[in-house]
């Protein structure tokens, strides 16, 4: 397998002298497997050191940010907020074309994830994941207590 491993490397590297493995001597491969390696190392330093998240596992700060304010391990600031409102706002309109009231349980869950995906992928990546879910049973919550308050109208309840 080491071999293997090696040679992957010495192709790499012969392909660009047109030579073939077999012209080399075991110390030549070698040799050429190191600097390989060696100018492989300081390329990605030096793209590193412009952009640390471009090889890395971490992502950029902005992107880090929004990732911890969907977590709820920050608060989102001003902007931040609103984009998340603007983003339930066209989710629900999306709702609202499609006479969807709960979009997280039965049949409107499943308009929901046929009609409206796009919408609702913005408003889970602009908002808290425990925010997704409050506007989401509040937008339930709200229609319930707004039908009550129209049947207690008809019904010509006392007002307090």
Same mark, same amino acid.
């Given at each position: 397998? &080491? *071999? %293997?491993?090696?040679?992957?490397? $010495?192709?790499? #590297?012969?392909?660009?002298?047109?030579?073939?493995?077999?012209? +080399?001597?075991?110390s030549?491969?070698?040799?050429?497997?190191?600097?390989?390696?060696?100018?492989?190392k300081q390329?990605?330093?030096?793209?590193?050191?412009?952009?640390p998240w471009a090889?890395?596992?971490?992502?950029?700060?902005e992107?880090?940010? &929004? *990732? %911890?304010?969907?977590?709820?391990? $920050?608060?989102? #600031?001003?902007?931040?907020?609103?984009?998340?409102?603007?983003? +339930?706002?066209n989710?629900?309109?999306?709702?609202?074309?499609?006479?969807?009231?709960?979009?997280?349980n039965?049949?409107?869950?499943?308009t929901?994830?046929?009609?409206?995906?796009?919408?609702?992928?913005?408003?889970?990546?602009?908002?808290?994941? &425990?925010?997704?879910?409050?506007f989401?049973?509040?937008?339930v919550?709200?229609?319930?207590?707004?039908?009550?308050?129209e049947?207690?109208?008809?019904?010509?309840?006392n007002?307090m």
């Amino acid at each position: 397998m &080491a *071999e %293997e491993l090696h040679s992957i490397f $010495v192709i790499g #590297d012969l392909t660009s002298y047109n030579l073939h493995p077999h012209d +080399r001597t075991n110390s030549e491969i070698h040799h050429s497997a190191i600097q390989f390696d060696r100018v492989n190392k300081q390329q990605t330093a030096r793209e590193t050191t412009n952009r640390p998240w471009a090889y890395s596992t971490t992502s950029p700060p902005e992107s880090k940010r &929004a *990732e %911890e304010v969907r977590k709820g391990a $920050v608060a989102p #600031d001003r902007s931040e907020r609103k984009r998340c409102w603007e983003a +339930r706002d066209n989710f629900y309109g999306c709702l609202d074309k499609r006479n969807v009231i709960d979009s997280l349980n039965g049949d409107g869950k499943k308009t929901a994830e046929r009609e409206c995906a796009a919408e609702n992928k913005q408003f889970e990546q602009d908002c808290a994941a &425990a925010w997704v879910t409050y506007f989401k049973k509040f937008r339930v919550a709200d229609y319930q207590k707004k039908k009550t308050f129209e049947r207690l109208d008809k019904e010509n309840a006392n007002k307090m």
